[in-house]
């Protein structure tokens, strides 16, 4: 027994009409990709070893930055940093020797971007800062770090320190 001729024309427009090249609903952009805008960087897995972290925060930006006195080494486990009182706030540069760009870690929106011929990524810390983060092999990093009362009102800081410290960085 056959289909009449209507029947089957009516089952293949609904069938193609089903297929379409668009997609509905409403794009939404990523917020948390891996960065891509900078050079990508072939340093060495050990560059950060040597670098202290006390010495990456050039004088000039220190004066530019409002910072007042002498800087502060310290270190854990994990990381080794230097900070410097400015006015409300305090800065500091931390190195990570074992967690690259993609370790961050926050419970805030990550914002990824260039810093000079680095990939970066700014974000909202546990601890009252605002973060830029600075890559340096998949598996190391340099922060500047700007922490206060406010920190959402810190990242211009945070960012300028961190402009400051690229250069210096493998």
């Known amino acids: 027994m056959s289909r009449p001729r209507h029947v089957q024309t009516l089952l293949l427009v609904a069938l193609t009409a089903a297929c379409s ?14 960065p891509t805008t900078a050079t990508s960087h072939q340093a060495d897995p050990n560059a950060l070893r040597t670098v202290q972290p006390c010495t990456l925060l050039p004088t000039a930006a220190i004066k530019t930055l409002g910072v007042t006195g002498q800087p502060t080494p310290s270190a854990t486990s994990k990381t080794r940093q230097c900070e410097w009182k400015a006015a409300g706030y305090t800065i500091a540069v931390v190195i990570y020797d074992t967690a690259g760009i993609n370790d961050v870690k926050t419970d805030r929106e990550i914002e990824y971007l260039p810093i000079g011929t680095h990939d ?51």
Do not use: F, N
Not at 28 to 34: G, K, V
Not at 136 to 158: E, F, I, K, M
């Open 120 to 170: 970066g990524a700014r974000y909202l810390t546990r601890t009252s800062a605002c973060a830029i983060a600075i890559d340096v092999t998949p598996t190391s990093r340099v922060d500047v770090q700007a922490t206060g009362d406010h920190p959402d009102d810190l990242c211009a800081p945070a960012l300028e320190a961190a402009k400051q410290v690229e250069p210096a960085v493998p």
């Open 21 to 34: 090249a668009q997609t509905g609903g409403t794009p939404i952009p990523a917020t948390s990709a891996p």
